[in-house]
Protein backbone atom coordinates (compact mmCIF):
# COMPACT_ATOMS: atom_id res chain seq x y z
CA UNK A 1 0.00 0.00 0.00
CA UNK A 2 2.70 2.33 0.62
CA UNK A 3 4.88 1.68 -2.88
CA UNK A 4 0.85 2.40 -4.26
CA UNK A 5 0.26 6.09 -2.69
CA UNK A 6 4.27 6.72 -2.79
CA UNK A 7 4.27 6.03 -6.78
CA UNK A 8 0.87 7.85 -7.44
CA UNK A 9 2.42 10.75 -5.02
CA UNK A 10 -0.95 10.40 -2.67
CA UNK A 11 -1.09 11.44 1.30
CA UNK A 12 -4.60 10.35 1.94
CA UNK A 13 -3.33 11.23 5.82
CA UNK A 14 -3.04 15.00 4.61
CA UNK A 15 -6.55 17.20 4.82
CA UNK A 16 -7.53 20.08 4.19
CA UNK A 17 -10.51 22.12 5.96
CA UNK A 18 -12.01 25.05 4.72
CA UNK A 19 -15.33 27.11 5.66
CA UNK A 20 -17.71 28.07 3.29
CA UNK A 21 -18.70 31.76 3.29
CA UNK A 22 -22.42 30.46 4.00
CA UNK A 23 -21.97 32.21 7.62
CA UNK A 24 -20.39 35.44 8.13
CA UNK A 25 -17.95 35.85 10.32
CA UNK A 26 -18.88 39.27 11.31
CA UNK A 27 -19.31 41.65 14.54
CA UNK A 28 -22.31 38.50 16.10
CA UNK A 29 -19.61 36.40 15.60
CA UNK A 30 -16.56 37.68 16.91
CA UNK A 31 -18.97 38.79 20.07
CA UNK A 32 -19.66 34.90 20.22
CA UNK A 33 -16.28 33.69 20.35
CA UNK A 34 -15.23 36.50 22.94
CA UNK A 35 -18.43 35.65 24.88
CA UNK A 36 -17.28 31.18 25.04
CA UNK A 37 -13.40 32.95 25.28
CA UNK A 38 -13.90 34.75 28.51
CA UNK A 39 -15.79 32.40 29.85
CA UNK A 40 -12.91 29.82 29.60
CA UNK A 41 -10.06 32.11 30.60
CA UNK A 42 -11.59 34.54 33.51
CA UNK A 43 -11.63 33.51 36.72
CA UNK A 44 -14.65 32.28 38.02
CA UNK A 45 -16.69 33.39 40.95
CA UNK A 46 -17.20 31.34 43.62
CA UNK A 47 -20.80 30.94 42.74
CA UNK A 48 -20.32 30.28 38.68
CA UNK A 49 -19.53 26.96 37.01
CA UNK A 50 -18.87 26.38 33.38
CA UNK A 51 -19.66 23.64 31.82
CA UNK A 52 -19.47 22.35 28.06
CA UNK A 53 -22.57 20.36 26.57
CA UNK A 54 -22.53 17.78 23.41
CA UNK A 55 -23.79 14.35 22.11
CA UNK A 56 -21.94 11.49 20.68
CA UNK A 57 -23.84 9.58 18.88
CA UNK A 58 -24.15 6.40 17.49
CA UNK A 59 -21.60 4.91 19.87
CA UNK A 60 -21.97 0.32 19.42
CA UNK A 61 -21.28 -1.86 22.22
CA UNK A 62 -19.48 -4.61 20.81
CA UNK A 63 -18.88 -7.73 23.70
CA UNK A 64 -16.37 -9.84 22.57
CA UNK A 65 -18.02 -13.31 22.44
CA UNK A 66 -15.02 -14.62 24.09
CA UNK A 67 -12.74 -13.26 26.83
CA UNK A 68 -9.52 -11.73 25.80
CA UNK A 69 -6.22 -14.13 26.89
CA UNK A 70 -3.48 -12.28 27.78
CA UNK A 71 0.46 -12.03 27.20
CA UNK A 72 2.89 -15.07 28.28
CA UNK A 73 5.91 -14.49 28.81
CA UNK A 74 6.99 -16.57 25.96
CA UNK A 75 6.25 -13.25 23.60
CA UNK A 76 2.94 -14.43 23.00
CA UNK A 77 0.64 -11.19 22.59
CA UNK A 78 -2.52 -10.56 24.34
CA UNK A 79 -5.06 -12.23 21.67
CA UNK A 80 -8.16 -10.73 21.06
CA UNK A 81 -11.45 -12.82 19.91
CA UNK A 82 -12.34 -12.00 16.53
CA UNK A 83 -16.07 -12.45 17.16
CA UNK A 84 -18.14 -10.07 18.50
CA UNK A 85 -22.32 -9.92 19.67
CA UNK A 86 -23.71 -5.99 18.39
CA UNK A 87 -25.46 -4.58 21.09
CA UNK A 88 -27.53 -1.36 18.81
CA UNK A 89 -26.05 1.69 19.03
CA UNK A 90 -26.05 4.71 22.40
CA UNK A 91 -26.28 7.97 22.28
CA UNK A 92 -23.50 9.65 25.39
CA UNK A 93 -24.65 12.59 26.56
CA UNK A 94 -22.13 14.39 28.42
CA UNK A 95 -20.87 18.15 30.25
CA UNK A 96 -17.13 18.59 31.08
CA UNK A 97 -16.44 21.32 33.74
CA UNK A 98 -14.24 23.35 31.85
CA UNK A 99 -12.68 24.12 35.88
CA UNK A 100 -11.93 20.14 37.02
CA UNK A 101 -12.29 17.92 34.23
CA UNK A 102 -15.41 16.61 35.66
CA UNK A 103 -17.18 14.76 33.07
CA UNK A 104 -21.37 14.41 33.97
CA UNK A 105 -23.16 11.76 31.48
CA UNK A 106 -25.80 9.79 30.28
CA UNK A 107 -25.97 7.16 27.92
CA UNK A 108 -29.56 6.89 26.03
CA UNK A 109 -30.91 5.03 22.57
CA UNK A 110 -32.32 8.53 21.88
CA UNK A 111 -31.13 11.96 21.33
CA UNK A 112 -33.56 14.33 21.89
CA UNK A 113 -35.09 16.82 24.35
CA UNK A 114 -36.13 14.89 26.71
CA UNK A 115 -32.87 13.11 27.07
CA UNK A 116 -31.29 16.37 27.03
CA UNK A 117 -33.26 17.67 30.03
CA UNK A 118 -32.11 14.33 32.07
CA UNK A 119 -28.69 15.32 31.17
CA UNK A 120 -29.49 19.11 32.75
CA UNK A 121 -31.28 16.99 35.75
CA UNK A 122 -28.45 14.88 36.57
CA UNK A 123 -26.12 18.29 36.49
CA UNK A 124 -28.82 20.09 38.82
CA UNK A 125 -28.65 16.83 41.21
CA UNK A 126 -24.94 17.34 41.50
CA UNK A 127 -23.93 21.09 41.55
CA UNK A 128 -24.08 22.06 45.26
CA UNK A 129 -26.39 24.65 45.84
CA UNK A 130 -23.70 27.24 46.39
CA UNK A 131 -23.20 27.47 42.63
CA UNK A 132 -26.38 29.63 41.51
CA UNK A 133 -24.60 30.02 38.20
CA UNK A 134 -24.09 27.21 35.88
CA UNK A 135 -22.93 28.39 32.30
CA UNK A 136 -24.12 25.94 29.86
CA UNK A 137 -22.30 26.13 26.48
CA UNK A 138 -24.05 24.10 23.74
CA UNK A 139 -23.92 24.16 19.50
CA UNK A 140 -26.72 25.43 17.63
CA UNK A 141 -28.76 21.59 17.70
CA UNK A 142 -32.29 21.99 17.73
CA UNK A 143 -32.12 19.67 21.13
CA UNK A 144 -30.70 22.37 23.05
CA UNK A 145 -33.00 25.20 21.65
CA UNK A 146 -36.73 23.23 21.65
CA UNK A 147 -39.48 24.67 23.88
CA UNK A 148 -39.16 21.90 26.15
CA UNK A 149 -36.08 22.72 26.95
CA UNK A 150 -36.86 26.60 27.69
CA UNK A 151 -39.52 25.82 29.37
CA UNK A 152 -36.91 23.61 31.92
CA UNK A 153 -34.48 26.53 31.64
CA UNK A 154 -37.04 28.75 32.90
CA UNK A 155 -38.16 26.61 35.71
CA UNK A 156 -34.32 26.66 36.97
CA UNK A 157 -33.13 30.26 36.60
CA UNK A 158 -29.61 29.41 37.75
CA UNK A 159 -28.76 27.78 34.08
CA UNK A 160 -27.86 30.13 31.40
CA UNK A 161 -27.03 28.88 28.00
CA UNK A 162 -24.39 29.87 25.59
CA UNK A 163 -23.89 28.62 22.11
CA UNK A 164 -20.93 28.70 20.43
CA UNK A 165 -20.98 30.05 16.32
CA UNK A 166 -22.18 27.89 13.62
CA UNK A 167 -19.17 25.61 12.53
CA UNK A 168 -17.05 26.48 15.37
CA UNK A 169 -17.94 23.06 17.62
CA UNK A 170 -14.18 23.04 18.20
CA UNK A 171 -15.20 25.87 20.59
CA UNK A 172 -16.96 23.11 23.05
CA UNK A 173 -14.68 21.79 25.14
CA UNK A 174 -16.28 18.66 25.78
CA UNK A 175 -15.49 17.76 22.01
CA UNK A 176 -11.77 17.49 23.19
CA UNK A 177 -13.10 15.07 26.07
CA UNK A 178 -14.68 12.82 23.20
CA UNK A 179 -11.88 12.67 21.12
CA UNK A 180 -9.76 11.52 23.60
CA UNK A 181 -12.35 9.70 25.45
CA UNK A 182 -12.33 7.63 20.92
CA UNK A 183 -8.91 7.33 21.12
CA UNK A 184 -8.23 5.18 24.72
Request: hydrophobic share 35%.
Given at each position: ??????????????????????????????????????????????????????????????????????????????????????????NL??????????????????????????????IE????????????????????????????????????????????????????????????
Amino acid sequence: MQRILHSQQLKPWRVHHWLSSKVPRDEAFRAQVLEIFELYTRPLLPHERVLCLDEKTSLQPRPRTAPNRPARPDGTPIRVEHEYARSGALNLLASFDTRTGEVIGICRRRKRQEEFIELLETIEQRTPSQITLIHLICDNLKVHKGKKVNAWLQRHPRFRMHFTPVHCSWMNQVEQWFSVMRAG
